[in-house]
T-cell receptor, first 114, second 113 residues
């Protein structure tokens, strides 16, 4: 399957700061990538679809001004959590999209907001 | 709203036995079905994908799909302690690779040595 990396793997920040998470496709050019969020002992929830060269598509209930997604190249999508608060603490994971039919997950980023 | 239902478990199976995991989904228009394995603290790993009715086998894993019953299952033969994990069922609609997945809450599987 496709290889996806994420950076950082773990981040701890103070409430009110912004955090940027990078998702890179290492062995393919990704026209589409997806961002998911997983709270402790909960399932994964799709947050948004990241489209290369155009605006991201957000799922209902996800604030686009709080979770900024940029997909400026075919190998990099970034998610910025702006003005993070403790309730944003979660496991954030990106996956492949097109051209793959199957979704392969990156290793994830665990965000803790104090 | 699309829903994917799984028994949360834990499901306890003796080593060497067959583990059977089940999943139902609400959206009759769903076209693609996936099983992921997730170890604690790690991201999900794709085990199987299935797109048409019937069985699909890959090593010790067999996925079964029945679209009429809106039911998908995963069988793990010769269960090993390393199979102990949470198994997530995921479903996607007609958009193919352009659409995200809807996940169930997962079944926690424990293989007893």
């Amino acid at each position: 399957g496709a290889v996806v990396s994420q950076h950082p793997s773990r981040v701890i920040c103070k409430s009110g700061t912004s955090v940027k998470i990078e998702c890179r496709s290492l062995d393919f050019q990704a026209t589409t990538m997806f961002w998911y969020r997983q709270f402790p002992k909960k399932s994964l929830m799709l947050m948004a679809t990241s489209n290369e060269g155009s605006k991201a598509t957000y799922e209902q209930g996800v604030e686009k001004d709080k979770f900024l997604i940029n997909h400026a190249s075919l190998t990099l999508s970034t998610l910025t959590v702006t003005s993070a608060h403790p309730e944003d603490s979660s496991f954030y994971i990106c996956t492949t999209g097109l051209p793959y039919n199957e979704q392969f997950f990156g290793p994830g980023t665990r965000l803790t907001v104090l | 709203q699309k829903e994917v239902e799984q028994n949360s478990g834990p499901l306890s199976v003796p080593e060497g036995a067959i583990a059977s995991l089940n999943c139902t989904y609400s959206d009759r228009g769903s076209q693609s079905f996936f099983w992921y394995r997730q170890y604690s603290g790690k991201s999900p790993e794709l085990i199987m994908s299935i797109y048409s009715n019937g069985d699909k086998e890959d090593g010790r894993f067999t996925a079964q799909l029945n679209k009429a019953s809106q039911y998908v299952s995963l069988l793990i033969r010769d269960s090993q302690p390393s199979d102990s994990a949470t198994y997530l069922c995921a479903v996607r609609g007609e958009g193919g690779g352009a659409d995200g997945l809807t996940f169930g809450k997962g079944t926690h599987l424990i293989i007893q040595p």
